[in-house]
C-alpha cells in the first residue's frame, strides 16, 4: 500500500465516522428549523391572472409576490421627484403661475386600465360651496363599501388626516395626475404600495369632517384641483376620455389656499338613513364606532362641545335594525356618550320603540 492510497483510506475512514457522528447527534437531539430559517433559493415562478405579477417559489417552502414591472417604476422621476408621503401637497415649490397652459393627459394608453373608485350619483359637486369651493366630489356609499384606485399608480399618501378629510388615500398615476380619496373608514393600501387600476385601496365611511358615509374623491395635478366629473361619469363607473386636455383655466386657483378640507362634508339624515336601509356591509358595529370616535377626536380638536346639554336634549325610538354605532354616527355622538345617558351598556338589547336620549 503506497502513501497516497493510505491517505485515501484515512480520509475515508475519517469522513465516515464524522458522518455517522453528524447523524447521531441529529437523532439525539431531534431540531424542527422555522421554515425562514432554511435556505432559501428560487426554485420557480408561477403567473397569475395579472400578467405584471408573479409568484416566486422558494426552496424553503415560502413564497412571495413578484413584480418586474412595478419594480423598474421607482426609478421614473414622477414616482421620485416631489414624493412627500407625509403632506397632502407636494408641489408647494411650484407656483400655479409657473404651470403651462395646458397638459396632455394620456389616461389609459399609458396606465393600462381604469376602474371608477365607486359607482353612484355625485351628492355635492365640484366648484363653489357656501364660502368656499369644493375642492371634489362627493358621492354617497354603504360604509365598508370597496374604493378602488382609479388608474395604476403609487401610493403617495396614507394615513388619517387631522385637516378633516380622515383617512385618506392619494395616489399618483404615471401621468403626474393624483387622486385622493377621503373619508375611508379603513385603509387597505400603505405609501410606496403600486396599485393596479381596480385594486381596493381602502373602504368607505365617514371619518374626517363628515357627516354621514361617502366618498369625498378629488383630482389634483402638481396641487391643483379641477373637476372630477370632467373624466369620470360616477353614475355609470366609465372613462369619459382616452387623452384629456386639461386646460391651465380648469384649475380652482386656491386649490392649494390651505391643508385642511374647507368645509364639512354635511348630509342631512335623509339620505344617510337612505344608505343604511338594507345594508347588509353596515354591520360591523367596530368600524361604525371607530368612525364616531374619530368624529369625536375631531371635534373636540375645533373645541366644539358634545353638546352634553338639556335644554337642547335630542331623542331617538329604536326602529328595526337600529345600533348603537350607528345612532352615534347619525347624531354624531359616541357610544359611551349614549350609554352613560341612558344608563345601558354596549351589549343592552335595544327594544323596538324604546325611547333613547342621545344628547
Ligand atoms: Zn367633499
Not at 396614507?158 to 379603513?186: C, D, M, P, Q
Not at 366609465?238 to 386639461?246: C, G, I, N, S, V
Not at 355622538?333 to 349614549?338: A, L
Request: overall charge positive; charged content about 25%.
Amino acid at each position: 500500500m503506497n502513501t497516497r492510497t493510505l491517505t485515501l483510506v484515512v480520509l475515508l475512514i475519517l469522513t465516515t465516522l464524522s458522518l455517522s457522528a453528524q447523524r447521531r447527534r441529529s437523532y439525539s437531539r431531534p431540531v424542527s428549523p422555522k421554515l425562514e430559517d432554511l435556505p432559501k433559493r428560487p426554485l420557480d415562478t408561477i403567473p397569475t391572472s395579472d400578467p405584471d405579477t408573479r409568484i416566486i417559489l422558494y426552496s424553503n417552502n415560502t413564497w412571495s409576490y413578484f413584480r418586474p414591472s412595478l419594480q423598474k417604476m421607482d426609478s421614473l422621476p414622477v414616482y421620485t421627484d416631489h414624493w412627500d408621503t407625509t403632506s397632502v401637497f407636494a408641489y408647494k415649490d411650484i407656483p400655479y403661475e409657473n404651470l403651462p397652459p395646458i397638459v396632455e393627459l394620456n389616461l389609459v394608453q399609458d396606465l393600462s386600465g381604469f376602474k371608477a373608485p365607486i359607482t353612484g350619483q355625485v351628492f355635492s359637486k365640484y366648484g363653489p360651496r357656501r364660502r368656499r369651493r369644493h375642492n371634489g366630489v362627493d358621492i354617497p356609499l354603504k360604509l365598508g363599501e370597496p374604493i378602488y384606485a382609479t388608474f395604476d399608480g403609487k401610493v403617495r399618501y396614507a394615513k388619517y388626516n387631522t385637516g378633516g378629510f380622515g383617512n385618506l388615500v392619494i395616489i399618483r398615476h404615471l401621468n403626474g395626475l393624483e387622486t385622493w380619496n377621503a373619508h375611508l373608514s379603513k385603509l387597505n393600501v400603505q405609501v410606496n404600495d403600486y396599485v393596479k387600476a381596480g385594486q381596493v385601496i381602502g373602504f368607505g365611511g365617514s371619518t374626517g369632517r363628515s357627516r354621514g358615509p361617502h366618498l369625498h374623491y378629488e383630482m389634483r395635478y402638481q396641487d391643483q384641483t379641477f373637476d372630477p366629473e370632467f373624466i369620470i361619469d360616477f353614475e355609470t363607473g366609465q372613462l369619459k376620455y382616452q387623452t384629456f386636455a386639461l386646460e391651465k383655466s380648469f384649475f380652482n386657483i386656491h386649490s392649494r389656499a390651505s391643508e385642511i378640507l374647507e368645509e364639512d362634508d354635511e348630509y342631512d339624515i335623509p339620505l344617510l338613513t337612505d344608505t343604511e336601509e338594507g345594508d347588509t356591509l353596515a354591520s360591523s358595529q367596530d368600524i361604525l364606532e371607530r368612525i364616531a370616535e374619530a368624529q369625536q377626536k375631531d371635534r373636540q380638536q375645533q373645541n366644539k362641545p358634545a353638546g352634553i346639554n338639556s335644554s337642547n336634549a335630542v331623542y331617538h325610538t329604536i326602529r328595526s335594525g337600529d345600533m348603537l354605532g350607528k345612532l352615534a354616527i347619525r347624531y354624531g355622538v359616541t357610544v359611551d356618550q349614549i350609554c352613560r345617558l341612558n344608563g345601558i351598556n354596549r351589549n343592552t338589547i335595544l327594544r323596538i320603540g324604546r325611547r333613547l336620549r342621545i344628547k
